[in-house]
């Protein structure tokens, strides 16, 4: 099966700057990876993702880069604002199967 | 509102209660979800229902027991639980589309579950 691995576990950054999380997976057949924001006590909700016939993403802030051939993808938070803290979720899909693995989680802090 | 509504919000139980998780989701998906969110740990899939058929049972124990009346309604029956039970339980609805890898799970706010 698929197995996710997160990190940092925890990041702390200045307001204004840049926070990146990585990400790595070993099934060569997901290609559906998203990202997920948790803030204290509310639900996950998706932030950005992508598919594997594409290297990068963006929306606004956020981008999303992938590597296949390594099997590791990454978020990249410019600007960061203290309402950017929150937990961030990777995870990892294979086309025909709903199972959604989910990376361990980065808990980021924003310093203003 | 993401249209995936749990209940109750918090619940507190003995080992030896019975209870229930309800969630509703109102975005008329065909798949729905029970996650188990534990401290430290990665989000994990315990069941997994399309069109109302439960298609995965990622070695749940047997004490949790879901229930899939109809594409909207999820439930999780709770029984004899264990106090290492006690976590965030999320539901998530999606809408499979064959041959599609990108299908959207929405998740519901949770039940804070307390095993005493």
């Known amino acids: 099966g698929e197995n996710v691995e997160q990190h940092p576990s925890t990041l702390s950054v200045q307001e204004g700057d840049s926070a990146v999380i990585k990400c790595t997976y070993s099934d060569s057949a997901s290609n559906y990876f998203p990202w997920y924001k948790q803030e204290l006590g509310k639900r996950p909700q998706l932030i950005i993702d992508i598919r594997s016939n594409v290297g990068e993403k963006k929306d606004q802030r956020i981008a999303v880069t992938l590597n296949k051939t390594a099997k590791h993808f990454s978020l990249h938070i410019t600007e960061t604002q203290p309402e950017d803290s929150a937990v961030y979720f990777c995870?990892?899909?294979?086309?025909?199967?709903?199972?959604?693995?989910f990376g361990t989680g980065t808990r980021l802090t924003v310093i203003p | 509102e993401t249209g995936v509504t749990q209940t109750p919000r918090h619940l507190v139980m003995g080992m030896t209660n019975k209870k229930s998780l309800k969630c509703e989701q109102h975005l008329g998906h065909n798949a729905m979800y029970w996650y188990k969110q534990s401290a430290k740990k990665p989000l994990e899939l315990m069941f997994v229902?399309?069109?109302?058929?439960?298609?995965e049972n990622n070695s749940v124990p047997s004490r949790f027991s879901p229930e899939c009346p109809n594409s909207s309604h999820l439930f999780l029956h709770l029984h004899t639980l264990q106090p290492e039970d006690s976590a965030l339980y999320l539901c998530?609805?999606?809408?499979?589309?064959?041959?599609?890898?990108?299908?959207?799970?929405?998740f519901g706010a949770g039940t804070r579950l307390s095993v005493l």
């Open positions: 995870a990892a899909r294979r086309t025909g199967a709903n199972n959604l693995f």
């Open positions: 229902y399309n069109f109302k058929e439960q298609t």
């Open positions: 998530a609805s999606s809408q499979e589309t064959t041959g599609v890898a990108k299908n959207i799970q929405y």
